[in-house]
């Protein structure tokens, strides 16, 4: 009997239940140079990496088909796009993170952008994994904050937060992110990550301010399922060295 291939998403619903810890690394195609690309991809596949997500708040140059391309070939791990608006859509990808922005209240960022979106995916092969995206307060305006025009839930308002996550599920999502930001000063904090992993079943990821490996595995032990890691990363491609 053939074996099933698993979809991206039954395989982190796999790993959450077998406690199996997750890592993606964020590669954002306004901060990589091409020439660069081996190299790096070089060092994600030498690094416990499981994923590699790529987008960003706003992607300026036109190098993501190639990135991706590039990733395909050299890295047999699943290429994910995590995409600021329907523009990052390429379907050379493995998969796209669905997001809805569930801690703001920004129409575009709800429903508008997923509403312009969604014939563009009809025509593609990519695993479409719907994401309630929750921003984070972290001591300073990161990129999201200030593309999305919304502010981040406060990281002192638990109950909130909670709320929001659980609201998230009940609509249907799949899995919930907990974003710090972009070059976060302070991660998200280690008793929120562990509040809402023990009262929703979906799988969190959580990112965002995460500057070393310990932070990676402080975040795994809150009950983080699958961490990311993008700005550490991008000023230090020997991250996974230390």
Known sequence: MQEQILTIRQQI??????GQKLLAILLDPDKILLENLGHLIEEINQSPATHVFVGGSIVQNTILEELISGLKQKTNLPVILFPGDPS???????????????SGRNPDYLIEYQVQAAPILK???????????????????????????TKPLSRENFDLVLATAQAGEMLG???????AGSGAKQPVPLKMIELISQNIEIPVIVGGGIADLHGIQKAHNAGADLVVIGTAFENNSHFFDS
């Not at 999502?173 to 974003?179: A, G, T, V």
Request: net charge negative; no cysteine; glycine share 4%.
């Open 88 to 102: 990052q859509i390429s379907p050379k990808a493995d998969a796209i993170l669905f997001l809805s922005l569930l």
């Open 173 to 179: 999502n799949q899995l919930i992110y907990l974003e």
């Open 13 to 18: 619903l796999e790993a959450k239940s077998n």
């Open 123 to 149: 025509k593609t092969n990519l695993e479409v994994i719907s994401t309630g995206y929750i921003l984070i307060e972290s001591g300073n305006e990161t990129a999201v904050a200030r593309v999305s025009k």
